[in-house]
């Protein structure tokens, strides 16, 4: 399985949904990236709480 592919799998990815939505403003707000500061903070800190679990072993869910 490629790259692109795993991290396009909700299975794999538990923060796809904050990626979509921050790929999305963009698009809706011609690429301004001020515009959409509030969904990169989301997968920010989305990505942070996979790391964690990640490290503790512990399943994403158990995190978030």
């Known amino acids: 399985m490629g790259d ?3 991290w396009s799998d909700p299975k794999t ?3 796809l ?6 790929y999305k403003c963009m698009d809706d707000n011609n690429y301004n990236r001020d515009a959409c ?3 990169f903070k989301m997968y920010k800190d989305c990505r942070k709480k ?7 072993g512990k399943p994403f ?3 978030k």
């Open 17 to 22: 949904k904050e990626a979509n939505d921050s």
């Open 61 to 63: 869910e158990s995190i």
């Open 50 to 56: 996979m790391n964690l679990a990640r490290r503790e």
């Open 13 to 15: 990815n538990p923060c």
């Open 37 to 39: 500061l509030e969904y």
């Open 4 to 6: 692109r592919t795993r």
